[in-house]
């Protein structure tokens, strides 16, 4: 059953029958009780007015209505157990009874018997039960009734209550259904029930975020498009020169740059692609314990082959056997001082240095990269880490995602970045939460 | 025909400038906004070719500031940004001629040769000068129908003559207009190349204005 509306109305019609159900047995089991006390009184004074003269005319009962009285059955015996009367014969009631009351149940159904000695006789009055229960019935009944008249009505009101309790869903729902990717305005928070307020509080909240998200996934598309323009002309452009070689020497030229081009293409491919992922929305592997002395190593046995192209001293310095553990994504962390490294050894001259150093405090871990190229300026230090952020007169070729990434990384870690002059050149600073 | 290249990116750079000297343009290239302004104030570029997104002064201020000083050098604007709103803005602000990248050479070769052709008057994109034919888009040189054999610096020379026909020139003038900063000029080329091109259109083609220079007379 997926209607709310139906179920209200099964379940609480269904409650409502029970509990008039309950109280027509509740009334019919009094009234009985209380029908009990009172008959047993009328048969006993009936039994005490009865003549105990055997012979003289039955007496019209005084006490009960008529059909009561006609139920009522008298046997009179004296001591020596003869009868001496009975009111009609061939009833199949007992021909002898103990003195009281007492319950017997013939082919006729259960009977209500009293007998006493009235001086040498006994006197016994028969009445059957069936008119007890039937007294009882029909009290039950009459009150009940009524009530099970008004259960159509209930289900009309609760019908239309419920109905009129879920229209504000359906008026969310259809609010939902004009929301499109392009749009997504928050809900309209009107009057409402408090029991719905809640839910659309949390589809706005959602739907703030989903229009944030979406926002920035555009902008990055349009950014990322815009970018590849740059190496595809180039691109382009070294084709055409290689068309139009006139000698070997010129076509083999521009070749070489075509190569660099596509190269370079690539590169900002690939750094589009993992900035993608390190994205905060993107679907994550799980946090492991890594240590990231390991990850310090490897990076610098890949980027040793760069360095040394470039004539850089490459090394990590101070004790390198001490484990420093983090909590995060081991793969991404590479990805970071991956990048932080390629920067470094890329903006500092020949025959310079980039240092990597580990530090593990009480409760922060702390991996610092170190180089002794010009350096990035105090104005500068915010905008590095945007996306395609290129400093004034940067010569190098980069991707201007390296940095957007590393900030992505550490951001997911929890981590901060801090970017000061080292004695000459820049320091990068990533400080971790200990685990 | 010198043009003026404002591109930070090296590899775009270097490559228009290869291609359009290839097309006989002296090119000169410059990688910031303010360079190129310093560039721009010695007035020698027939055309400017600049990109938007500049490192230091955007390409959209200097093009601004070119105009308030009543420079009206054409200007054709080379970017990845190909929105309508920034094309309109770009055209808006004094572009001449807007071209999104990835551009193919050939036809910003064209462009320019369009932009260089309308700021010199003509509609025609062919010169006819008396009985001399020159097309600057294909190189080809007529002299009354029969194609004339000329080398690109030949080229180059005539067709600074011929653009603006009765204007003198001076040396100076001519060697700013063939040679970008990083080509060698021998003191004596500009006569070797009037010298060679009198031979092959006729003496009275080009004439000598003795202390002032050269000049291509109208046709009459």
């Known amino acids: 059953m997926k209607s709310i509306r139906h179920r209200l109305l099964v379940w609480l019609l269904s409650g409502l029958t029970l509990a008039v159900a309950a109280a027509g047995l509740r009334i019919y089991f009094q009234t009985l009780e209380e029908a009990n006390a009172l008959f047993d009184f009328h048969l006993k004074q009936m039994a005490a007015s009865l003549p105990s003269d055997a012979f003289g005319p039955v007496p019209p009962p005084s006490l009960g209505a008529r059909d009561l009285q006609d139920q009522l059955i008298v046997q009179i015996w004296d001591r020596t157990g003869v009868q001496l009367y009975f009111s009609r014969p061939g009833s199949n009631l007992p021909q002898r009874a103990e003195l009281g009351f007492s319950t017997v149940i013939t082919q006729q159904g259960r009977w209500r018997i009293y007998s006493a000695m009235e001086r040498n006789n006994v006197v016994q009055v028969a009445q059957p039960m069936r008119l007890r229960q039937a007294l009882a019935a029909g009290m039950a009944l009459r009150s009940i009734v009524p009530l099970l008249l008004l259960l159509p009505v209930l289900a009309v009101l609760i019908w239309i209550t419920v109905g009129s309790g879920l229209r504000p869903l359906n008026r969310i729902a259809s609010a939902l259904g004009e929301r499109t990717p392009q749009s997504l305005p928050a809900l309209e928070e009107g009057p409402m029930p408090i029991e719905v307020r809640p839910l659309v509080q949390a589809l706005n909240d959602l739907l703030g975020r989903l229009a944030r998200a979406l926002e920035s996934q555009r902008n990055f598309v349009a950014d990322a498009a815009h970018e590849l323009r740059t190496p595809l002309t180039a691109v382009q452009l070294q084709i055409q020169l290689a068309e139009r070689a006139e000698s070997e020497a010129e076509r083999r030229a521009a070749f070489t740059d075509l190569k660099q081009g596509i190269s370079r293409a690539s590169h900002l491919v690939r750094q589009l692609l993992t900035l993608a992922r390190q994205e905060p929305d993107a679907a994550q592997r799980p946090d492991v314990e890594v240590d990231l002395a390991e990850i310090a190593r490897r990076v610098l046995s890949e980027q040793a082959p760069l360095a040394a192209e470039r004539n850089i001293e490459l090394g990590i310095t101070g004790d390198d056997d001490v484990a420093v553990p983090v909590r995060g994504d081991g793969e991404a962390l590479r990805v970071m001082l991956g990048n932080l490294v390629d920067n470094a050894i890329r903006y500092t001259p020949g025959g310079g240095a980039v240092d990597v150093s580990l530090r593990a405090t009480q409760d922060r871990a702390e991996i610092i990269v170190a180089d002794t190229g010009s350096g990035i300026p105090e104005s500068d230090r915010e905008r590095v880490f945007d996306r395609f952020y290129r400093r004034d007169g940067s010569e190098t070729q980069g991707s201007g995602l390296g940095l957007a990434i590393v900030k992505n990384i550490a951001d997911r870690h929890g981590a901060v970045i801090a970017l000061d002059d080292a004695e000459p050149g820049l320091r990068v600073r990533v400080s971790f939460p200990r685990p | ?220």
């Not at chain 2, 309308?118 to 007529?142: C, M, W, Y």
């Open chain 2, 1 to 220: 025909m010198r043009l003026l290249l404002v591109e930070d990116d090296p590899m775009i750079g270097e490559g228009v400038r290869k291609g359009l000297r290839q097309e006989g343009f002296a090119v000169d290239w410059v990688q910031d906004g303010r360079a190129a302004e310093r560039a721009i104030d010695n007035d020698v570029y027939d055309l400017l070719l600049l990109d938007l997104g500049l490192p230091g002064k955007d390409g959209i201020d200097v093009l601004a500031s070119l105009r308030r000083r009543g420079n009206a050098i054409p200007v054709l604007i080379l970017t990845a940004r190909d929105a309508v709103s920034d094309r309109v803005k770009g055209l808006d602000i004094g572009a001449d001629d807007y071209l999104v990248k990835p551009f193919d050479l050939e036809e910003l070769s064209a462009r320019v040769r369009a932009l260089l052709r309308r700021k010199s008057g003509r509609a025609d994109p062919v010169i006819q000068i008396g009985n001399v034919t020159l097309n600057p888009a294909t190189h080809e040189v007529f002299l009354d129908a029969n194609p004339v054999a000329l080398s690109a610096r030949e080229f180059a020379l005539l067709h600074a003559l011929a653009d603006r026909p009765g204007a003198v020139l001076s040396r100076a003038q001519l060697e700013e207009k063939l040679y970008g900063w990083s080509e060698e000029v021998e003191s004596n080329t500009i006569e070797v190349y009037v010298h060679s091109l009198r031979r092959k259109l006729g003496q009275d083609f080009i004439r000598n204005v003795r202390g002032v220079g050269y000049m291509v007379p109208k046709s009459s």
